[in-house]
């Protein structure tokens, strides 16, 4: 066995040491991501104005979004660890170096598009190579457990990325944010360089880029389980990445509760989301798991209607923590068997497929978001949002394949 291959861990997830160092890696990327974003954003408003910032955003959102397919085939041909290390590579690099352009002069729009259009094709090609990772760092029996940890390191580094982002933007200025943001990315690399991963045989005779890209999806179109599930994940990410935020924003200032109101209610789901990832990395298995996903669908379903239809905000906040408990428990379900259904050569774009779902679904709502709101209410928004959470819920319980999907057994790898 080579220096690179990881042997079958004896004990959980959460004791392994080389799941930990992967999730270290993790959470510093994350980390690294949400100050870039805040501090891009910051450099923006201060050179451009505020009508400015959806430019630059979107120079860096649309190749991520139009190269994801592509980043997925990256991956599994060249080795979803080799991918993601020179990603880390190259975003500390850029980063840095568009810190001391900042120090050395004013920040310019133009820059900004630059370095974020460089951030958006990398992420194209991070993105599934990380989710391609952790069957080769542990067994499949720990899939659960390791998606547990990876939800409970994305919420903790929600939370304290906005708070340093914002001291180190205050302290010094975007050019900090920007170097802070760096070594996150150099902290996330050294430690990725550490972690041990099991090689996969690969296809004796290789296909072109656009050959693998369509075998890729023909294996997705006939599997029987990950065709469905694909299109559950779709289906009940498409609000919950991002619509139902802006959704707590109009819903708070229709009922008079404010900007403190919608804090709370913000809060409240992301405690339940932590809740669940919790509960997920330490819980020994979930049996039924497609049946599992399904029922929490279903109970996040009616916590978004019932959350438009909340008579205050006390209740407001019991339904954000219950949608933010059951649609945390899905997600990281759907994350575990997707990577224990999924066949180690084509993870990557498997992979690629399922965040081309949630992050290009999302956006098609946020224009509708405000229309409906404006025509119909919140109350009518998350109704909707209600509706799509159950259909997604009602094809987890229809295809048999899914309904009885199953997580390996601890010790069955």
Same mark, same amino acid.
């Given at each position: 066995?080579?220096?690179?291959?990881?042997?079958?861990?004896?004990?959980?997830?959460?004791?392994?040491?080389?799941?930990?160092?992967?999730? %270290?890696?993790?959470?510093?990327?994350?980390? =690294?991501?949400?100050?870039?974003?805040?501090?891009?954003?910051?450099?923006?408003?201060?050179? =451009?104005?505020?009508?400015?910032?959806?430019?630059?955003?979107?120079?860096?959102?649309?190749?991520?979004?139009?190269?994801?397919?592509?980043?997925?085939?990256?991956?599994?041909?060249?080795?979803?660890?080799?991918?993601?290390?020179?990603?880390?590579?190259?975003?500390?690099?850029?980063?840095?170096?568009?810190?001391?352009?900042?120090?050395?002069?004013?920040?310019?729009?133009?820059?900004?598009?630059?370095?974020?259009?460089?951030?958006?094709?990398?992420?194209?090609?991070?993105?599934?190579?990380?989710?391609?990772?952790?069957?080769?760092?542990?067994?499949?029996?720990?899939?659960?457990?390791?998606?547990?940890?990876?939800?409970?390191?994305?919420?903790?580094?929600?939370?304290?990325?906005?708070?340093?982002?914002?001291?180190?933007?205050?302290?010094?200025?975007?050019?900090?944010?920007?170097?802070?943001?760096?070594?996150?990315?150099?902290?996330?690399?050294?430690?990725?360089?550490?972690?041990?991963?099991?090689?996969?045989?690969?296809?004796?005779?290789?296909?072109?880029?656009?050959?693998?890209?369509?075998?890729?999806?023909?294996?997705?179109?006939?599997?029987?389980?990950?065709?469905?599930?694909?299109?559950?994940?779709?289906?009940?990410?498409?609000?919950?990445?991002?619509?139902?935020?802006?959704?707590?924003?109009?819903?708070?200032?229709?009922?008079?509760? =404010?900007?403190?109101?919608?804090?709370?209610?913000?809060?409240?789901?992301?405690?339940?989301?932590?809740?669940?990832?919790?509960?997920?990395?330490?819980?020994?298995?979930?049996?039924?798991?497609?049946?599992?996903?399904?029922?929490?669908?279903?109970?996040?379903?009616?916590?978004?209607?019932?959350?438009?239809?909340?008579?205050?905000?006390?209740?407001?906040?019991?339904?954000?923590?219950?949608?933010?408990?059951?649609?945390?428990?899905?997600?990281?379900?759907?994350?575990?068997?997707?990577?224990?259904?999924?066949?180690?050569?084509?993870?990557?774009?498997?992979?690629?497929? %399922?965040?081309?779902?949630?992050?290009?679904?999302?956006?098609?709502?946020?224009?509708?978001?405000?229309?409906?709101?404006?025509?119909?209410?919140?109350?009518?928004?998350?109704?909707?949002?209600?509706?799509?959470?159950?259909?997604?819920?009602?094809?987890?319980?229809?295809?048999?394949?899914?309904?009885?999907?199953?997580?390996?057994?601890?010790?069955?790898?």
């Amino acid at each position: 066995m080579s220096a690179q291959d990881v042997a079958v861990p004896a004990r959980p997830a959460y004791r392994d040491a080389n799941v930990l160092r992967w999730l %270290t890696a993790y959470t510093a990327s994350v980390a =690294g991501d949400v100050v870039f974003f805040l501090a891009l954003s910051w450099a923006a408003t201060c050179a =451009g104005g505020p009508s400015q910032v959806g430019l630059v955003i979107a120079a860096g959102a649309v190749p991520r979004a139009v190269l994801m397919l592509g980043g997925g085939v990256v991956a599994d041909r060249f080795g979803p660890r080799r991918v993601a290390v020179l990603s880390d590579g190259v975003r500390c690099v850029v980063i840095l170096l568009a810190a001391a352009a900042l120090a050395l002069a004013p920040a310019h729009l133009w820059l900004l598009a630059l370095v974020a259009l460089i951030f958006g094709v990398v992420d194209a090609v991070f993105m599934p190579a990380v989710g391609a990772l952790p069957p080769r760092i542990t067994t499949a029996d720990q899939l659960a457990r390791v998606q547990g940890m990876r939800g409970l390191s994305i919420r903790l580094s929600n939370a304290v990325g906005p708070l340093v982002a914002g001291a180190v933007l205050v302290a010094g200025g975007a050019e900090g944010a920007f170097a802070v943001a760096g070594v996150l990315f150099a902290v996330s690399l050294a430690t990725l360089l550490t972690v041990r991963v099991t090689p996969v045989a690969g296809p004796s005779q290789r296909d072109s880029a656009r050959g693998e890209l369509r075998d890729g999806l023909r294996y997705v179109r006939r599997h029987r389980l990950l065709a469905p599930l694909v299109v559950v994940i779709g289906l009940s990410e498409m609000c919950f990445s991002g619509p139902v935020a802006t959704g707590l924003v109009l819903l708070a200032d229709e009922r008079g509760w =404010g900007a403190v109101g919608m804090g709370w209610v913000a809060s409240a789901f992301s405690v339940g989301a932590t809740a669940s990832a919790l509960l997920l990395t330490v819980a020994p298995r979930v049996p039924r798991a497609g049946a599992a996903m399904a029922a929490a669908l279903l109970v996040t379903a009616a916590g978004a209607v019932g959350l438009g239809q909340a008579p205050s905000l006390t209740v407001a906040v019991a339904f954000g923590a219950l949608i933010g408990l059951t649609s945390g428990f899905a997600t990281t379900l759907t994350g575990a068997l997707v990577q224990t259904a999924t066949d180690p050569r084509y993870l990557g774009r498997v992979t690629s497929v %399922t965040t081309l779902c949630t992050l290009g679904l999302a956006p098609v709502l946020f224009p509708a978001v405000g229309i409906t709101v404006e025509l119909w209410g919140a109350a009518t928004f998350f109704a909707g949002c209600g509706a799509i959470c159950l259909l997604a819920a009602a094809l987890g319980l229809a295809v048999p394949a899914l309904r009885r999907a199953e997580l390996p057994e601890l010790g069955s790898a």
